[in-house]
C-alpha cells in the first residue's frame, strides 16, 4: 500500500441505554468529537459513510442534516455487527485510489428502540427462517461452539467464563463501557444459563445504545501526538460450507487475518494489542487460534496464562469488548479502531497498554445458513 491513510482524530459516545438522546444525537456527538480532535472543520470532509444496521434507508443524510453537513458523497453501509468496519474499510479504498483525502466515517445504533431480546436472525433468506423456527439463534450457535470445544479441548466450562471475568475486569476500567463492574468466576457460572454452556455473564447485552467515529486521510497529521496509519485493511464475505463442517473453525476470520497480515507486512506476533469480536465468551477463545495469537488447540492456555489481560502480552479487548462495552451493532467496528487509536496514542486512561505500537481490529458480522459468518473484517493500526 503506497498511500498512507492515517486516523487523525477518533471519537465516540458512552455505550449505554440513552433513552433520553436521539440516533441523531449520537451520531452528531460522535461525528463532531472526531472532527475536532482531528483539528478539522466540516469544509475538510470531502466524503463521508454512515454505518448502521437498523436505522432505515437515506439514515447518513437525516442524521447529518441538522449540522449542515450535506453536500459531499455520504455512503450508508449495513453488513450486520461487520457494518462499521466495512465502512472503514471501503473509506480507505477511496482513500488510497486518491478519490478523496480526507472523510468521516461514523457508526450508530440503538438497539434499546428494538425492545430487546435477542438480535433476530436474517429475515430474508428462507433457509435462516426455517433455522430459527427450530431455537436456532445467534446464542445458540455459539452455544453449539462451546460445547463442542469443551469436548474437544477436555476442557470444563470454566475456561469460557474465565473469558467474561477478564473483559468485564477490563470494561470496569472503561469510563465509555456499560458494564462496569468486575465480576468474579462463581458469579459468571452461577448468572442465569441462556444456551448451555453459556450463561448471561458470557452474552454480550443487547440493550444498547451508542456512536462512534473517526477522520480518515492521507494527509499526515500534526497534532503532536504518534500518527496512526491504518496499515492493513481487509473485508471478506462467507463460504458455504457443505458436508460436516468444523464449527470451531473460523474459517472467514482467519482469511480476512492472513490478507490484512499480507498488506501490512506484519504477522501475529508484531501486534501488541487487540479488539476483537467477543459477542460469546467462546467467539474469544476461537478467533485468539484465527488470528494467530495463539497456536491451534493453545488458546484456552494463553488465556490461563494471562497473555490477554492488561499487563499481559497481547491484551485482548481492553476496552471490555462487546462483553462489557457493549454492542450497538453498527457502531462496533468503528469504536474498536477508535479504542486501538487511543491505545497506541497513549490515551487510554487506566486501561493503557503499554508501549503498544500495532493493534489489530476484528469484527465478524451476519447470522445466515450455511456460512461461518456473512463477513469478517480486520484492520492492522500502527504508531
Known amino acids: 500500500m503506497s498511500t498512507e491513510v492515517y486516523i487523525a482524530g477518533a471519537a465516540m459516545t458512552a455505550f449505554a441505554r440513552h433513552t433520553d438522546k436521539s440516533m441523531q444525537d449520537l451520531a452528531q456527538f460522535a461525528a463532531l468529537g472526531a472532527m475536532t480532535d482531528a483539528g478539522i472543520g466540516a469544509e475538510r470532509i470531502q466524503a463521508m459513510y454512515n454505518a448502521n444496521v437498523y436505522g432505515g434507508m437515506v439514515l447518513g443524510q437525516v442524521l447529518m442534516r441538522d449540522l449542515g453537513l450535506g453536500g459531499p458523497a455520504l455512503y450508508n453501509v449495513e453488513n450486520a455487527c461487520a457494518s462499521g468496519a466495512t465502512a472503514v474499510h471501503l473509506a480507505c479504498q477511496a482513500l488510497r485510489l486518491g478519490v478523496y483525502d480526507t472523510v468521516l466515517v461514523w457508526g450508530v445504533e440503538m438497539l434499546t428502540k428494538l425492545g430487546g431480546g435477542t438480535i433476530p436472525m436474517q429475515r430474508n433468506d428462507y433457509k435462516t427462517d426455517l433455522y430459527a423456527a427450530q431455537g436456532m439463534t445467534l446464542p445458540t450457535v455459539y452455544a453449539m461452539r462451546g460445547t463442542r470445544y469443551l469436548h474437544e479441548r477436555n476442557e470444563a466450562p470454566e475456561i469460557l467464563a474465565r473469558v467474561a471475568v477478564k473483559n468485564r475486569a477490563h470494561g470496569a476500567l472503561n469510563p465509555l463501557a456499560q458494564q462496569r463492574k468486575a465480576v468474579t468466576l462463581e458469579e459468571v457460572l452461577q448468572s442465569r444459563p441462556v444456551a448451555e454452556p453459556l450463561t448471561l455473564l458470557q452474552c454480550c447485552p443487547s440493550m444498547v445504545d451508542g456512536a462512534a467515529a473517526v477522520v480518515l486521510t492521507t494527509k499526515r497529521p500534526a497534532q503532536g501526538r504518534p500518527a496512526i496509519r491504518v496499515v492493513g485493511s481487509a473485508v471478506q464475505s462467507g463460504r458455504i460450507e457443505e458436508g460436516c ?11 480476512t487475518a492472513r490478507l490484512a497480515y499480507e498488506q501490512a507486512g506484519l504477522g501475529p506476533e508484531d501486534v501488541n494489542v487487540v479488539e476483537l469480536h467477543d459477542a460469546f465468551t467462546i467467539a474469544e477463545l476461537l478467533y ?9 488447540g493453545g488458546g484456552a492456555d494463553m488465556l490461563r496464562r494471562g497473555d490477554t489481560a492488561l499487563g499481559g502480552r497481547v491484551p485482548v479487548n481492553p476496552s471490555g469488548g462487546l462483553l462489557a462495552k457493549g454492542h450497538p451493532l453498527g457502531a462496533t467496528g468503528v469504536a474498536q479502531m477508535v479504542e486501538v487509536t487511543w491505545q497506541l496514542q497513549g490515551r487510554a486512561e487506566g486501561r493503557q497498554v503499554e508501549g503498544a505500537r500495532v493493534g489489530l481490529t476484528q469484527c465478524t458480522g451476519g447470522g445466515i445458513a450455511g456460512v461461518d459468518h456473512a463477513a469478517s473484517s480486520v484492520h492492522l493500526l500502527a504508531a
Do not use: H
Open 288 to 296: 485468539y487460534e484465527a488470528l494467530g495469537l495463539a497456536s491451534q
Open 245 to 255: 463442517d468444523n464449527i470451531l473453525d473460523a474459517e472467514i476470520t482467519a482469511r
